[in-house]
């Protein structure tokens, strides 16, 4: 390395003092472009009537927000915030219990484990349009695998009961691998010696894990439910593949919402409005689960 | 480690390993159906009775699926080098500087994870309408050539390196930058590793943005060219079952070979179990 002359010292010290934000500069820039701005923009736009090409031409203030929550778009919003709870409520559950079932499984001794760590965790290698495709031809009524081996007759994804848990189903899928691979990390940092106190007390297999397991790996699961219900919230291409949305409006969550209103109604001031309120629904929701965390969590 | 008795672990392998089955059974049935001719498809058989290319070759005949993917691999490898430079600039200043306002600037940082890309795509989708590059690979580029997420893990990197190094290599007279590129950048590259395969692996997987900004064939992304070969016929699933397996190749293999790094890696900084 070379030394720097004395005459530079002083120069090299101001550089020295600027220097740390061109390291985060690039960042930086990028996210304003494409975050800050974007979310700014939204929030502009949901204040304003806009044009076919998506630019306000007139302010209305609160208008697109009376409209979304109380007027004449009010039911279908609700229907679709419903729609998108109950689906949230699937996936999560779903997807954290399979999770933690296949983490807890994977994370005993036997043969062939390494194997069973593979196929636990490759979900999260897989795309939702892959699954969602695979799903719309399993569930096909007349050529699909599902039918025929439950020996039914159901149309799955075109009846209003069966459409939303069908979707559903399949995102858990998806959704096993990431959780699979963080609840297994934190089994493994679990203290060994509570499992041997556990068994000198003589829990059995349910019980250790009831008792021992769930409460360790606890602040894990909420960070995983925090992603998983912020996902879930914002799942679209297994709803537009295997659905569109449909039967009706009974797979319509809020984010399927927004694209049609933006993207086939032109009306972008009130798809941003829309947005807006997921975005707050999200933030006040991921507040409530870290209130949660801090009276749960040992 | 308590010792579990032999029947146990019999019943836990055994259940382990029908769970395994369920879960991989979806991407079994696809690569059976893919071989299969359309008389079997219509009676539902689990297997076919022989190995028929058929499905293949009419996937590529509707779909150009190979340009499909070259366009993803090019767009998740761009977007994976610029992420993981972008991160580690940003991870090593955050982890290793001194600097007014870092605290608050991290914060920052973090706060755009809790904006929902989702709900901001359509702004989005208007600024590269007006900046006019729709249907370009800067509009597939751009928007992710960095992440929160890439910049705390870089971050979570750099702060694991002793802090002595750094002191020791400075009074060697390195300076500053000289210390990332010579130093810092080789002694994170297992951090690099895993966020590299989690970030190609989002891109390649990546479907409404494509999917809005990309409107010719020849910029289409693989996801959005599965949707295509669903549209092209709606009782064709042998060819979309071909053509899946196709696109999944590329997605699984980066996972397999990748998996013990990825996996290591993801959940050595990021949470405290």
């Known amino acids: ?298 | 480690m308590v010792k579990t008795s032999k029947g146990a672990v019999l019943l836990i392998a055994l259940v382990s390993f029908m769970l395994a089955v369920v879960i991989v059974s979806p991407l079994l049935y696809c690569l059976s159906a893919s071989f299969m001719t359309e008389k079997e498809l219509y009676a539902t058989k689990l297997l076919p009775a022989a190995l028929s290319l058929d499905n293949y070759r009419s996937a590529l005949r509707v779909a150009p699926i190979f340009r499909f993917i070259l366009n993803s691999t090019f767009v998740a490898i761009a977007c994976t080098a610029a992420q993981l430079f972008t991160g580690s600039l940003a991870g090593y200043a955050f982890g290793c500087l001194e600097f007014r306002g870092r605290k608050p600037l991290f914060l920052l940082f973090l706060a755009t994870m809790m904006i929902p890309g989702n709900a901001i795509i359509i702004a989005n989708y208007l600024t590269m309408a007006q900046m006019k590059l729709l249907n370009s690979y800067w509009a597939l580029i751009l928007p992710y050539m960095t992440s929160a997420f890439c910049v705390f893990n870089m971050r979570q990197a750099y702060m694991s390196l002793p802090a002595e190094l750094r002191e020791a290599a400075i009074i060697d007279g390195c300076n500053s930058f000289q210390f990332f590129l010579h130093v810092g950048l080789p002694l994170t590259v297992p951090f690099l590793g895993s966020l590299g395969i989690y970030t190609f692996l989002q891109i390649w997987n990546q479907y409404l943005w494509p999917l809005l900004v990309t409107n010719s064939i020849e910029m289409r992304t693989v996801q959005i060219g599965i949707g295509m070969l669903q549209n092209s016929d709606a009782m064709a699933y042998g060819p979309v079952m071909a053509g899946t397996i196709m696109i999944l190749i590329p997605s699984v293999l980066v996972f397999i070979l990748g998996q013990k790094t990825l996996i290591s890696g993801l959940t050595a900084g990021s949470v405290k179990g």
Request: charged share 10%; with cysteine; hydrophobic share 50%.
């Open chain 1, 1 to 298: 390395m070379t030394t720097q002359p004395a005459r530079a010292s002083k120069t090299r010290l101001s550089f020295e003092t600027v220097s740390p934000y061109l390291y985060i500069l690039p960042s930086l820039l990028l996210f304003t472009l494409f975050v800050f701005y974007p979310f700014a923009k939204t929030i502009y736009l949901s204040l304003n009537l806009t044009d076919q090409t998506g630019s306000a031409i007139q302010f209305v203030g609160l208008d697109n927000f009376k409209s979304v929550l109380i007027g004449q778009s009010s039911r279908d919003f609700f229907f679709s915030l419903q729609i998108t709870l109950k689906y949230a409520a699937m996936v999560v559950t779903g997807s954290l219990a399979l999770g933690l079932i296949c983490a807890i499984l994977a994370n005993e001794e036997f043969r062939g484990r390494g194997l069973v760590r593979t196929v636990f965790a490759m979900p999260m290698s897989i795309s939702s349009a892959c699954i969602a495709v695979i799903g719309v031809f399993a569930l096909n009524p007349t050529m699909g695998v599902i039918n025929s081996l439950l020996g039914t007759n159901i149309k799955w994804l075109r009846d209003i009961h069966y459409a939303l848990p069908s979707v559903a189903v399949v995102t858990v899928w998806m959704n096993i691998g990431l959780n699979f691979i963080f609840l297994i990390a934190a089994l493994q940092n679990v203290d060994a010696s509570l499992y041997e106190a556990g068994a000198i007390e003589g829990a059995n297999f349910f019980q250790k894990h009831w008792h021992i397991t769930l409460p360790s790996v606890s602040p894990t699961l909420f960070f995983l439910l925090i992603i998983n219900v912020i996902n879930a919230f914002q799942a679209y291409a297994q709803i537009r593949l295997m659905t569109q949305g449909g039967p009706g409006k009974y797979t319509r969550t809020i984010i399927y919402a927004i694209y049609l209103e933006a993207f086939q109604n032109n009306r972008y001031g009130m798809s941003s409005a829309m947005s807006v309120v997921l975005f707050i629904i999200l933030f006040v929701l991921t507040l409530i689960q870290f209130k949660m965390e801090k009276k749960v969590t040992y």
